[in-house]
């Protein structure tokens, strides 16, 4: 599976790139872009107007249907749930009958209230996650409808894409993004300061320090919710190690997490702690939290997905930190074996729609109108959200913001990806362990022996 990954990544960039223009931002980019998303539909549709007005009258008459959708993207004037939001706003307005209700949740919220609803009836359309850590009990469970996956034949998903999602063949979900993950950094920042993007870890390592010398935060780090450091593990273990796969599925299945790649990616990752590359509180600071240091302008650098590529259109992060936010991946690390090339990538969260849904028709139509490739990955590319599941190559306008350019630029020359992140691999106690115990060992309150032991006695 993890081949089938780096193909779609790197044939995707490929294509992105070879249809790609070369002019130069506007101004008004990021009005422009949203502005896109909310029209891009009547544009595209225009001759088929009076056949839309035909169907929206019938709908009128036709019998009302509330849709219940649960979502993890509160934020609902920018990057997914800007995006999430203007496609419910379309779909009401050609189905005139249906009325589509959003409770929004950040992440660690959302899983919460979704294991409340797992037990007392779960909303029409949810948020889900392709990761073993999150789907596996949710499908043993029953809660999700099957799929028809013919239905999906052209809708531009990449190979192996749809793999998380199902069970015996079967298809219950469908993801949203292609994720990698990143330093965002404040390019004018470091110009001014005459510091170099770190090629190795040491250099990493010796950049915080001038950083803190000036009275900044190196990284900002959402230690607050655990997943962020366990990816932050799974990344050095790939620079360390290569290809960890096979590594983490037989420590999870051992519960025996000895194997020399734990050790030395944990005591990297709590000497970091240690000499100051994250903001004082970082283990009990959330991702807002985080992110805020960074597009304040308080902290040189942040770690997060490609998600947040956004960041470089949203209007409410200051001009000067937005247009100069840039990434690069993980340095390299002395006498490890893996390459800058070498990311940290995976098939992230998606949508599925519940089993015991009583408009369940109504919810998969729904869904199958979310995912037609001029929605949701079209919409999610012009307002820079990151890499879709699907193919974005038709929806490069050569207007891309740099940022966008520099993730499509390093994930065409990536060599492998990691595939699942640790955290996510093992069963939902796992899960739980890791990324409660990560924040005690990265800060020195437990030994790295007894976390590993910890989080292999979890698996058990």
Do not use: H
């Amino acid at each position: 599976m993890k081949r089938k990954i780096v193909s779609l990544l790197l044939v995707t960039a490929m294509l992105a790139l070879g249809v790609m223009g070369c002019g130069s931002k506007s101004k008004d980019k990021a009005d422009n872009n949203k502005a896109v998303a909310n029209t891009e539909n009547t544009a595209d549709t225009a001759s088929s107007d009076d056949a839309t007005k035909e169907d929206a009258t019938a709908d009128i008459t036709a019998e009302p249907v509330t849709l219940k959708l649960f979502s993890n993207l509160p934020d609902r004037k920018n990057g997914q749930g800007l995006v999430e939001q203007t496609i419910i706003d379309e779909y009401m307005k050609e189905n005139q009958n249906v009325k589509i209700e959003v409770e929004a949740l950040d992440e660690e919220a959302y899983k919460t209230k979704f294991k409340a609803y797992a037990m007392d009836g779960m909303p029409d359309v949810v948020s889900i996650w392709g990761q073993p850590s999150f789907l596996d009990e949710v499908l043993d469970a029953g809660i999700l409808a099957e799929l028809s996956e013919a239905d999906y034949a052209d809708y531009g998903f990449v190979s192996g894409s749809l793999e998380g999602f199902k069970k015996d063949g079967k298809l219950y979900g469908l993801p949203r993004n292609t994720d990698v993950m990143f330093f965002y950094y404040n390019q004018k920042m470091f110009e001014d300061n005459g510091w170099s993007v770190p090629q190795t870890y040491d250099e990493l390592l010796a950049l915080a320090d001038k950083i803190n010398g000036a009275g900044l935060t190196p990284v900002a780090m959402d230690g607050g919710d655990g997943w962020p450091m366990a990816i932050y593990l799974t990344d050095l273990m790939v620079k360390i190690n290569g290809d960890c796969s096979q590594i983490v599925s037989d420590a999870i299945a051992n519960g025996d997490f000895s194997d020399p790649v734990f050790t030395k990616a944990t005591q990297i990752l709590a000497d970091s702690a240690k000499a100051g590359l994250f903001q004082t509180g970082y283990d009990s600071q959330d991702y807002g939290t985080a992110m805020n240091l960074f597009t304040n302008g308080q902290a040189a650098m942040f770690y997060m997905g490609s998600w947040e590529a956004s960041m470089a259109l949203n209007a409410d992060i200051p001009e000067e930190i937005r247009n100069n936010i840039r990434v690069f991946t993980m340095p390299t690390v002395a006498e490890g074996v893996g390459k800058n090339t070498d990311i940290a990538a995976w098939n992230g969260g998606g949508y599925a729609v519940s089993a015991d849904s009583e408009v369940k028709e109504e919810a998969i139509k729904f869904l199958n109108y979310m995912y037609q490739p001029d929605k949701l990955s079209k919409y999610g590319w012009v307002n820079g959200v990151g890499m879709s599941a699907q193919d974005q190559s038709a929806y490069m306008t050569g207007n891309e913001t740099e940022l966008q350019l520099q993730i499509l630029d390093i994930v065409n020359k990536a060599t492998s990806v990691s595939g699942t992140p640790v955290n996510d691999c093992g069963p939902s106690t796992f899960k739980a362990s890791i990324e409660s115990e990560i924040q005690s060992v990265s800060n020195g309150s437990i030994s790295v022996e007894d976390f590993l032991a910890s989080i292999g006695k979890a698996c058990k």
